[in-house]
């Protein structure tokens, strides 16, 4: 696979080294020899290797040594999975456009001035990848040579919403109320707050892809909270914008979203090489309604993980059932794994998946 | 409307001054003179009347108090709904079942021991109402003395899916990751623990409907979590034994749930005279799902009550339009009130919804 940005000699790099090529071929809807399988958040806090590194560094200081974040984005591969995720946080653009912010302890996200009116949003700065966010770009690089073709790699950006509703709410939020009460009231600044985190969320995704990354996904967790008339009005156009202009550069795009049962054709449309379905749309319904012309990623619930092998593994077969065998399937969650995730399912999911969907 | 437990007095005293019985005549799919409008919450912290009470009590003073939560139960009536929802809270049950628990400031019920395994399962009483609950009844039949039949007064209580995860998490929940636990590893004990909760909530919701109250709701706030496979063989037998038994007692009842988009048929299956609907299921198609032998309640966002009013009534018409003026629309949110919200755009959209919907 050419990236259209790609220097050659990574190119010939990826081309004479790359082993496992599953989850691409996956993304792409071409035959496999089994079903590829990687987890959200599969670098993280379940595995003690991790956590041994985080009692030395916090989360912001592994992202922002490449060294670190590539250690950790390669944590995974010891349980087989067949693509790595890069460690970061969605939350990293939104420190060089102006909205600092820090992880509290066991409180997630704290955005230090949240936004309320339209003159903090007419000051967010639309930066350059290169403005502020180079570590990120230099952690793809230095994975892609550690990871020496044997996975891809997998780049990401939070989707405009997502972000919008942490600089909107200062943190996680239950009701969205803030970010809907600037959404309905003030439609214009909506919109060009939305549109200030798309070029960057864009420009993001293609220098990720630039630096390597083998796909991308857009992660709009949050996106569930909406009816699909909202959608369509507050958020749809701006994520097509991402989404067209990214899958331009010839990697697989996945678009994701939790709760999305009601916005999965919107959502579609907006674009995605590879649309993600969570546990509370079965595959089989969420398949045919996104049509068979997109890949498909889940949609395990990740507190399954907790449950006792036998159960576990039966709530697989039924995924991989569900998924019919057809090309197009890359297992997943419907969502991250859960910190206290016991790391041996993890391995016994991935074993799982690969025998009982071998060709 | 006779009730099957009522005393002579009583079902007198509902015949000869009920006054407004648009939203029973709703609930029974019956013709209105324009549709009924309440709302989940009303009575509550946004309400300056309220928030004077609360600053001399606590949230449970005003519970346990049958004066106090008849006051409160009756603020709303001001703003011109067209019933009152008794003012409690779902946990109530729990305390004389064994499990206390208290409102911490900010953070939302705090239960005392978190249950973590089949012993403390095994310890919790299946009360009768009358035990420990009598408050709640005394309530109800004052707040009937005190509306002397202006508008029907509804009774609630929680599902055993909600109130099993409050008891489980000990508390508020983002994952539900410790009640899906238990779902999945120990589904003996789960059933113990739904069927007991059920049989608490089944005598519960008889004994208001005995008490005065002239329909009920059935909250299972969280169930959206689940998946629909989970739901029937987790959720949907215990729902449903309440649901068919407390439907014989004669009075309309709403099973209600938020993030229901994907579970709408076997909610509908375990029974409710009226499903709620929330704003990602769209009224049109919810209903047409359901099947217009229900009726069906919702739909508003609880958010759009902070936007201005041409945008807050521009969508009070879109939820009017969807139900297509149909018999058996009751106006709601697609969940409670929020607490900042301005009084007077809660007035508004009642008065909107009565005039708009005039036949």
């Not at 892609?144 to 989707?159: C, D, H, M, S």
């Amino acid at each position: 696979m050419l990236s259209l940005f790609g220097s050659p000699e990574r190119d010939a790099h990826r081309i004479t080294t790359s082993m496992n090529d599953r989850f691409l071929r996956a993304c792409r809807r071409e035959p496999v020899d089994c079903t590829p399988v990687w987890f959200m958040r599969q670098a993280g806090r379940y595995m003690p290797e991790y956590r041994e590194l985080r009692a030395k560094y916090t989360l912001l200081e592994i992202c922002k040594k490449p060294e670190l974040a590539t250690q950790v984005t390669l944590q995974p591969l010891r349980l087989g999975v067949d693509a790595c995720i890069l460690f970061a946080d969605i939350l990293l653009p939104l420190e060089p456009m102006g909205a600092s912010f820090e992880f509290a302890k066991g409180e997630g996200p704290v955005i230090h001035q949240p936004i309320e009116n339209r003159s903090q949003i007419e000051k967010l700065r639309v930066i350059e990848p290169h403005e502020g966010l180079g570590y990120v770009l230099d952690a793809i690089a230095m994975c892609k040579r550690e990871l020496n073709g044997r996975v891809p790699l997998i780049g990401f950006a939070g989707a405009p919403f997502t972000l919008a509703s942490y600089l909107i709410e200062g943190g996680k939020s239950a009701h969205f109320a803030k970010t809907k009460r600037l959404m309905y009231s003030d439609p214009e600044a909506w919109h060009l707050l939305m549109s200030k985190l798309s070029d960057v969320v864009r420009l993001y995704l293609h220098a990720q892809i630039k630096a390597g990354a083998d796909a991308v996904q857009l992660f709009d967790s949050w996106v569930g909270q909406l009816s699909a008339a909202d959608y369509c009005e507050y958020v749809q156009p701006h994520v097509r914008g991402i989404l067209q202009d990214v899958m331009k550069a010839g990697v697989p795009v996945i678009h994701f979203g939790t709760g999305t049962y009601s916005l999965l054709e919107p959502m579609r449309d907006a674009g995605g090489t590879v649309i993600g379905l969570d546990w509370r749309t079965p595959i089989e319904d969420g398949w045919r309604r996104v049509g068979y012309d997109r890949a498909v990623q889940g949609n395990l619930d990740p507190t399954l993980l907790f449950a006792p092998q036998p159960v576990l593994l039966k709530h697989v077969d039924r995924v991989l059932a569900e998924a019919g065998g057809r090309a197009g399937h890359i297992f997943n969650l419907g969502h991250g794994i859960l910190p206290e995730t016991p790391v041996e399912n993890v391995q016994a999911v991935v074993e799982h998946v690969h025998k009982m969907s071998a060709r």
